[in-house]
């Protein structure tokens, strides 16, 4: 899976006493339907907290910067921050069970440069930039090309673009305690005499 992933470790003797009870309790079927249920229940949280602007730890994520959160009401007004067109970055997560591991992550290439940070190299271009001409005179200020009777071919300079990390991928307190839960109903459902 390329894009972004997360490992989430926990205290070792208590994973390790934990992990060695579900896999005595539980048949690989049992394991792996267990880790299905903990990914679809991880799925629908991480797409929440996305929703929310929310990293694991509860955190707002960083606002937009001034500049681009004014291009951005502009061309997508009310548009939450990790979404331009039609998907929230959550909408683009997928699970995976490969034995006893269970995979999350995205293959969206910026999954990870949300999710970590990222410097984005832009070399340099060319533009062409629109300006009103009356009068006589061409306006300083820019305008769109639909309002545009005059325009001019710009090379704009190599620059870089830092885009700060907005951690969406993890598991929460929330999540931990609901993964707990998960895991005892089902060690519950497969003792003997248990109700099904």
Same mark, same amino acid.
């Given at each position: ?11 070792? +003797? ?7 009870? %579900? #896999? %005595?309790?539980? #048949?690989?079927?049992? !394991?792996? *339907? ?9 799925? !629908?949280?991480? !797409? ?21 959160? &004014?291009? &951005? ?9 990790? &979404? ?10 997928? !699970? ?38 009356? &009068? ?9 090309? +639909? ?6 071919? %710009?090379?704009? =300079?190599?620059?870089?673009?830092? *885009? ?27 003792? =003997?005499?248990?109700? #099904?």
């Amino acid at each position: 899976m390329a894009g972004a992933r997360i490992e989430v470790e926990v205290d070792a +003797a208590t994973a390790t006493a934990a992990l060695d009870y %579900v #896999s %005595v309790k539980l #048949s690989p079927e049992g !394991r792996t *339907l267990l880790l299905s249920d903990i990914g679809e229940y991880l799925l !629908r949280s991480t !797409r929440d907290r996305a929703a929310q602007e929310l990293s694991p730890d509860g955190e707002h994520w960083r606002a937009l910067e001034p500049n681009y959160a &004014k291009w &951005k009401s502009g061309k997508r007004p009310g548009v939450p921050i990790l &979404k331009f067109d039609n998907h929230m970055i959550g909408d683009q997560l997928s !699970r995976q069970v490969e034995g006893d591991t269970l995979l999350m992550g995205t293959n969206a290439p910026y999954g990870a440069a949300h999710q970590f940070g990222a410097d984005i190299n832009i070399p340099a271009h060319q533009a062409e930039v629109f300006f009103h001409h009356a &009068k006589g005179e061409v306006s300083p200020q820019f305008v769109n090309k +639909a309002k545009s009777n005059f325009a001019q071919a %710009v090379t704009i =300079p190599a620059h870089t673009v830092t *885009l700060p990390a907005r951690p969406w991928l993890g598991v929460s307190d929330v999540d931990a305690d609901e993964i707990v839960t998960l895991s005892r109903d089902h060690l519950l459902g497969n003792m =003997p005499g248990a109700a #099904s």
